[in-house]
């Protein structure tokens, strides 16, 4: 049978189907994703107890019909919900998501499930049933507030025809004995079944040229060529694109000294190296949070007063059980001047995260919008191609970054090396039951990894500036 998760895999990367059929998808189950799972078993539930108590009173003699499988042929489907009218017997199905918004995915999702009931079932109406991003939480949840329905019927009509191809195909897929006739992207990172797709995928790849075109990957492939080193002169390529070409070849760090003093110049003492670790939830926790919003516990901060200066660190990390945001700010404006750049790295989740406490705490609106005008992203360098290295392996992360500039520095060890175990260990403090000891232990892992982030930050700013020099 082809169930909807299969015809969903297809619809991803027809390969990815094939590897799965084949046993050839690697796609762990991380704590992480484990504890979104557990968050989305939550939502579940009160949609459930939404349908049950405050939209089924208002469907006269109704009743629901929770996960119903139908098949039709070799493709099979588990409803969520089923809303099943007396009288001239009919349906409207509810489809229930843990996100605060429709994607294409949620739409292809139950035009699956469509595609099969046609034909079986009178279905009069599709709904979309996922918490409201603009709710806001105050004191106990309030289930009909917290909850969208959105009819998404014309949307599922108008996708019928496409999706009735489209599970066709997936069938085929599933029964092809070689994989190599099956379309895959042209952006192989973090792949689930690099093996299918690319078993000998080089270090430098084409794929690692940024922005490179679908058309020139495709003219590359086709005249053999998939090292990026093996790009000739005479194709054409951007001014960075070409930089990072002659990089692959020369194993050399590529460094556009003019800009990155340009770059550089602009920051002024005293300069600040911020970094917050936060953690989501699809139910707000505390007054004021909206389904999904990030919450902010923990900041890391070194501050260094003039060129060439040593740092000073300050750091705080909320575990009282309450909205950590309150105390964070608190902390965080006495630890932020008035003056200086405040240097981060990837400005879009820091600037974000201010807005969104400036809105939950009004009192700290102005600082965290001064916070904002001077924030300075030091990504953009890499970003920008003002600095690339070959080790970056083509990424602009941290993570990637740090070890071929500053390989002295590591995160390697390390009990918490990523944001996603930063988040779980706070969800472990606060809501966990964990004894004083291993909180403390737990404490100690969050404070050494958050510093961590913004010391890697320092010690890239000093090399950058040194590289300037040169
Ligand atoms: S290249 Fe990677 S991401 Fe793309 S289809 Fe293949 S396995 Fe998936």
Redesign the pocket.
């Known amino acids: 049978m082809l169930t909807k998760s299969d015809f969903l895999l297809y619809c ?5 189907l094939w ?1 799965r059929i084949h046993g050839q998808l690697n796609s762990p189950v991380s704590a992480f994703d484990q504890h979104l799972i557990e968050q989305g078993y939550e939502i579940e539930s009160l949609a459930r107890e939404y349908l049950e108590t405050i939209l089924l009173p208002t469907c006269g003699n109704a009743r629901i019909l929770w996960q119903p499988t139908f098949s039709d042929g070799p493709y099979e489907a588990r409803c969520d919900a089923l809303v099943e009218e007396t009288g001239p017997r009919s349906y409207d199905l509810y489809e229930i998501k843990s996100g605060t918004a429709i994607d294409k995915k949620n739409l292809y999702d139950i035009a699956f499930q469509a595609s099969i009931l046609v034909g079986q079932i009178r279905v009069d109406h599709f709904y979309l049933l996922h918490p409201n991003k603009e709710y806001t939480c105050q004191g106990s949840l309030d289930l009909a507030r917290f909850f969208s329905v959105e009819e998404v019927t014309p949307k599922i009509m108008a996708l019928l025809p496409e999706v009735e191809t489209l599970r066709r195909a997936a069938l085929a897929a599933s029964q092809v004995a070689d994989p190599a006739s099956l ?12 093996g ?3 078993p000998a995928l080089p270090d430098f790849s084409i794929y690692d040229i940024p922005r490179l075109s679908q058309q020139k990957k495709l003219a590359l492939l086709a005249q053999g060529i998939l090292q990026a080193r093996d790009i000739p002169e005479s194709f054409e390529l951007n001014e960075k694109q070409r930089e990072v070409a002659r990089m692959a070849q020369t194993g050399q760090a590529h460094i556009d000294r003019p800009a990155l003093r340009a770059e550089l110049g602009k920051l002024v003492y005293p300069l600040y190296f911020l970094d917050y670790e936060t953690c989501i939830s699809a139910i707000p926790l505390f007054d004021g949070y909206h389904p999904q919003q990030q919450i902010v516990f923990q900041y890391s901060l070194h501050r260094m007063d003039q060129p060439g200066g040593e740092t000073v660190h300050s750091g705080f990390i909320s575990i009282d059980g309450g909205d950590p945001s309150i105390a964070l700010l608190h902390h965080l404006s006495g630890d932020i001047g008035s003056r200086g750049t405040i240097l981060v790295w990837n400005k879009a989740f820091e600037k974000a995260r201010n807005t969104e406490m400036a809105e939950l705490h009004p009192g700290y609106a102005a600082f965290l919008e001064d916070v904002n005008r001077r924030i300075y992203d030091l990504s953009d360098i890499v970003n920008q191609g003002y600095y690339l290295d070959p080790g970056f392996k083509g990424s602009w992360s941290i993570k990637n970054v740090l070890p071929a500039m500053v390989p002295a520095l590591s995160y390697q060890g390390m009990s918490i090396h990523q944001g996603d175990q930063a988040s779980l260990a706070w969800w472990a403090i606060t809501f966990g039951h964990l004894d004083e000891d291993e909180i403390g232990q737990l404490t100690d892992h969050l404070a050494e990894y958050c510093q961590m982030d913004t010391l890697a930050m320092v010690e890239i700013y000093k090399k950058l500036n040194l590289a300037c020099r040169l």
Do not use: G, S, T, Y
């Open positions: 991803e990367a027809p390969r990815h590897a379309a895959h992207c042209l952006a192989p990172k973090e792949c689930p079944c690099p299918v797709c690319h």
